[in-house]
T-cell receptor, first 112, second 114 residues
Framework: GESVGLHLPTLSVQEGDNSIINCAYS??????FIWYKQESGKGPQFIID?????DKRQGQRVTVLLNKTVKHLSLQIAATQPGDSAVYFC???????????FGDGTTLTVKP | NAGVMQNPRHLVRRRGQEARLRCSPM?????VYWYRQLPEEGLKFMVY????????ESGMPKERFSAEFPKEGPSILRIQQVVRGDSAAYFC????????????FGPGTRLLVL
């Protein structure tokens, strides 16, 4: 069955360093991928997305990379700040499907 | 421009009672999605609705759970005869269109079944 998984459950980085959070997916039909940030007690917050016809997409301090060959997705956060501390989820969808499939999340802790 | 609204934010029920969770989508959004999140886990899809229609309920338990999105008013997720295993955070998301649009999430309702 389809699944989305994360390689590491926790990640601790020093403030100012770059962070890389990885995600593997198994559904070859997925063509839309999203990264969400979830702070304690809150709902998931959209960070950045990428469609399967792209390999890379950049936002403000964040970059998402997509490798369809190995079904791998990564989120890079530049100059990580304490406010970036949260749980990060990747999610995938297939065209015309409303359902998003989420991974279990990576907890990012930023040390001052 | 208000985001997705959910209420109540916290709900406590005893086993056997009913829980009603409400979700008002963002203005202009006609598609609603419900997800459940157990502690230390990711979100699991439950149901996708448009106004007056259930589009995909593949993630909904077959018994005790139902959802609706009427022509007027919020979307409702209803859990009858709650059990302790229903304790979780329930999130609603909305989008203007379905397949190609970002889903924006509400703050969630945290259900505790005693």
């Amino acid at each position: 069955g389809e699944s989305v998984g994360l390689h590491l459950p926790t990640l601790s980085v020093q403030e100012g360093d770059n962070s890389i959070i990885n995600c593997a997916y198994s559904n070859s039909a997925s063509d839309y991928f999203i990264w969400y940030k979830q702070e304690s007690g809150k709902g998931p917050q959209f960070i950045i997305d990428i469609r399967s016809n792209m390999d890379k997409r950049q936002g403000q301090r964040v970059t998402v990379l997509l490798n369809k060959t190995v079904k791998h997705l990564s989120l890079q956060i530049a100059a990580t700040q304490p406010g970036d501390s949260a749980v990060y989820f990747c999610a995938e969808r297939s065209t015309n499907a409303g359902k998003s499939t989420f991974g279990d999340g990576t907890t990012l802790t930023v040390k001052p | 421009n208000a985001g997705v609204m959910q209420n109540p934010r916290h709900l406590v029920r005893r086993r056997g009672q009913e829980a009603r969770l409400r979700c008002s989508p963002m203005k202009g959004h006609s598609h609603v999605y419900w997800y459940r999140q157990l502690p230390e886990e990711g979100l699991k899809f439950m149901v996708y609705l448009q106004k007056e229609n259930i589009i995909d309920e593949s993630g909904m338990p077959k018994e005790r759970f139902s959802a609706e999105f009427p022509k007027e008013g919020p979307s409702i997720l209803r859990i009858q005869q709650v059990v302790r295993g229903d304790s979780a955070a329930y999130f609603c998301a909305s989008s203007p269109l379905a397949a190609q649009e970002t889903q924006y999430f509400g703050p969630g309702t945290r259900l505790l079944v005693l």
